[in-house]
């Protein structure tokens, strides 16, 4: 067995829901010590294996105080999981700045003030990983994404510069890019037949991508199998877009 996550201390951010609950459960299977820090979460909790911490990424202060309780607690942190993120549609014409304000203070303050307050003790550790949540939209956006696929592309190159400041700790920090996980996010499930296919026809895998998907790329990402990967961006998407009109394959 290459992966072996038995005991490793994991942080989820947005942990309570979707991809980011599925993410917990995943490395909860695989003997981690998860913490999934929410903002939906009233109070600290232990359920399902892991433990609950109420923390709004975007407050400077809340992050601080959840990183201190976990360290505290386990005397490391083997893995972030910048997981949490919203969406926030709309164009620029009538984006208003409050919003265009929330998307980069969640989406890309969240990464940033997380990775920040786990480096301490990443570099004495002399180890770790983080791994970001970007999206399909930092490849090719859609319209009316500015907000949201701007913050996700800051989140890429965010990810490329803690690289290389991190390199010579041994801890790697890499983006991930999923493309169309039904959630409460895009609300894709509830989409009419029609609008569906229309998303469906982008993808060389023409099928909605699980949460779990995205789960096995982070189990292999954050093992040992994965260290000398870091700076990247891994696609796992299902090739969307990854030819011109995909949905010819399934018309042959
Ligand atoms: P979701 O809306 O279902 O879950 C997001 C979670 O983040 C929720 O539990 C929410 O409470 C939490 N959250 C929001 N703001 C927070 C804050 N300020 N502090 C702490 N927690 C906060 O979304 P999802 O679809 O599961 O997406 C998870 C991540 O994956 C996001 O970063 C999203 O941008 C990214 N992503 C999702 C898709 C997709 O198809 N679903 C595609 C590409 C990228």
């Known amino acids: 067995m290459l992966i072996d996550h038995t005991d490793k201390v994991v942080l989820v951010s947005g942990g309570a829901r979707g991809i980011g609950r599925t993410i917990v459960d995943r490395f909860v299977a695989e003997g981690a010590a998860v913490t999934a820090l929410d903002i939906a979460f009233d109070e600290d909790d232990t359920a399902a294996g892991h433990v609950q911490l109420a923390c709004d990424v975007s407050s400077p202060e809340s992050v601080a105080s959840a990183v201190r309780t976990v360290v505290e607690r386990h005397g490391r942190i083997d893995v972030l999981i910048n997981n949490a993120g919203i969406n926030v549609v709309g164009?620029?014409?009538?984006?208003?700045?409050?919003?265009?304000?929330?998307?980069?203070?969640?989406?890309?303050?969240?990464?940033?003030?997380?990775?920040?307050?786990?480096?301490?003790?990443?570099?004495?550790?002399?180890?770790?990983?983080?791994?970001?949540?970007?999206?399909?939209?930092?490849?090719?956006?859609?319209?009316?994404?500015?907000?949201?696929?701007?913050?996700?592309?800051?989140?890429?190159?965010?990810?490329?510069?803690?690289?290389?400041?991190?390199?010579?700790?041994?801890?790697?920090?890499?983006?991930?890019?999923?493309?169309?996980?039904?959630?409460?996010?895009?609300?894709?499930?509830?989409?009419?037949?029609?609008?569906?296919?229309?998303?469906?026809?982008?993808?060389?895998l023409r099928r909605w991508q699980s949460a779990k998907d995205v789960a096995d790329l982070l189990v292999f990402l954050a093992s040992d199998s994965a260290g000398y990967i870091t700076g990247t961006l891994v696609d796992v998407s299902g090739g969307k877009l990854a030819t011109q009109i995909p949905s010819r394959a399934y018309e042959i």
């Open 91 to 204: 164009s620029v014409e009538d984006l208003d700045w409050d919003r265009w304000r929330a998307c980069f203070d969640v989406n890309v303050g969240g990464v940033f003030l997380l990775s920040q307050a786990v480096i301490p003790t990443m570099k004495q550790q002399r180890s770790g990983r983080i791994l970001n949540a970007a999206s399909f939209a930092a490849i090719v956006p859609s319209i009316g994404s500015a907000a949201y696929a701007a913050s996700k592309s800051a989140v890429v190159q965010f990810t490329r510069v803690l690289a290389g400041e991190l390199g010579p700790y041994d801890v790697t920090v890499n983006a991930y890019a999923p493309g169309m996980v039904p959630t409460a996010m895009n609300g894709f499930a509830e989409m009419a037949p029609a609008d569906q296919d229309r998303l469906l026809d982008t993808l060389s």
